[in-house]
């Protein structure tokens, strides 16, 4: 089923521009370098691989808000500066960002129903920072509601940082290797029937609750029972459903 939808679905992939530490000062960024304040604005400042990103997220940007209006835009796009500030001078994580501001953007200008979706998170567990992050959206709120996750570096030290208390590089490693899941979300929101990342069948009833078909039981709401966790991965796919 997932091949199917994947088949009839066009998504926006995320640009990967890779990333080469150790080149000159850079002399394109969107911005002032003479200007640049902060962690993550002198580390783009002194890449020029960085900084050639930054000016495509700028770009793709620019575009986003032509077409839309900055209303549209500009919410996320705060949120993105703020988790790249975030990254301090990491250049692996402001490399992860950038891309994600990139995709998002795209995933905007092609589907404008559906790309606010993009960049935000949904969850794979119960544990707290147990999430993925969205790549692409499409036919949000309809019969054939599809998600693209991946899980990122900024994902792995989330799960550090609220569930271990511990952002250490060690940490994001482990848990980079050890989550491996299944990154695609698909739904029919006209009957509420939908799989989560393990791929089970579920349905979300009328009354909001999850109905497994796999096991022919209504879940009872609690962490244990997976339901908060499939509840919130059917409203990504089905907002407001």
């Not at 039981?217 to 997976?226: I, T």
Request: with cysteine; glycine share 10%.
């Amino acid at each position: 089923m997932t091949s199917h939808w994947r088949s009839m679905t066009s998504l926006v992939s995320v640009i990967a521009i890779p990333l080469l530490f150790g080149v000159g000062p850079a002399n394109g960024a969107s911005f002032s370098c003479k200007r640049a304040s902060t962690p993550d604005e002198r580390a783009i400042c002194a890449n020029e691989t960085l900084s050639q990103q930054d000016t495509q997220v700028d770009r793709t940007y620019r575009l986003a808000v032509g077409k839309l209006g900055k209303s549209i835009v500009a919410d996320a796009a705060r949120g993105f500066l703020n988790e790249r500030r975030k990254c301090g001078a990491d250049q692996s994580c402001i490399s992860d960002v950038q891309n994600r501001m990139i995709g998002y953007y795209n995933d905007l200008l092609a589907n404008p129903g559906t790309g606010s979706a993009v960049g935000s998170v949904v969850p794979y567990g119960s544990r707290a920072g147990m999430e993925t992050t969205v790549i692409s959206a499409d036919g949000l709120g309809t019969a054939k509601a599809i998600i693209e996750t991946e899980h990122t570096r900024e994902n792995a030290k989330a799960f550090c940082r609220e569930y271990v208390l511990t952002a250490s590089e060690k940490c994001i490693r482990e848990t980079l290797r050890d989550v491996q899941l299944e990154g695609t979300l698909i739904a029919d929101c006209t009957s509420g029937e939908f799989s989560s990342f393990g791929g089970e069948a579920l349905t979300r009833r009328r009354d909001g609750t999850i109905f497994n078909r796999d096991t022919n039981e209504v879940l009872d709401g609690s962490m244990a029972s997976g339901e908060p966790v499939y509840s919130a991965q059917y409203e990504k796919l089905c907002p407001g459903g």
